[in-house]
């Protein structure tokens, strides 16, 4: 996914995750978009501080399915099969908007 796209479903309300669904990409109350490790609330910005350059690759970047979202989060990897590890005991994932 591109930086546009993933913006655009974000802002959409579908949720996109990096890497694995341990990983959530999501915009804050200041409209910083962020990816967020779900198990520990560790974030980073989507972006480089110039906000051109994705902190990931694009093809890392998917949305998620009925089948890898909140019924079974943390198991499912990337589309291409390749995932950076699943989320740790499959930790459930919590609404972000509430997070500081």
């Given at each position: ?7 655009a479903?974000?802002?959409?309300g579908q949720t ?21 490790y ?5 974030s ?39 995932g950076?590890?699943?989320a ?11 997070q500081?």
């Open positions: 996914m591109t930086l546009e796209d993933i913006k479903a974000v802002d959409a996109v995750h990096w890497a694995n669904t341990g990983y959530v990409v999501h915009r804050d109350r200041l409209g910083q978009y962020l990816i967020t779900l198990p520990n609330g560790s980073i910005g989507l972006t480089d501080q110039g906000g051109q350059r994705l902190n990931g690759e694009e093809a890392e970047f998917f949305i998620a399915r009925s089948e890898d979202g909140a019924e079974n989060p943390g198991s499912q990897s990337r589309p291409d099969g390749r950076r590890g699943a740790p005991g499959g930790a459930v994932a919590l609404p972000l908007g509430g500081p």
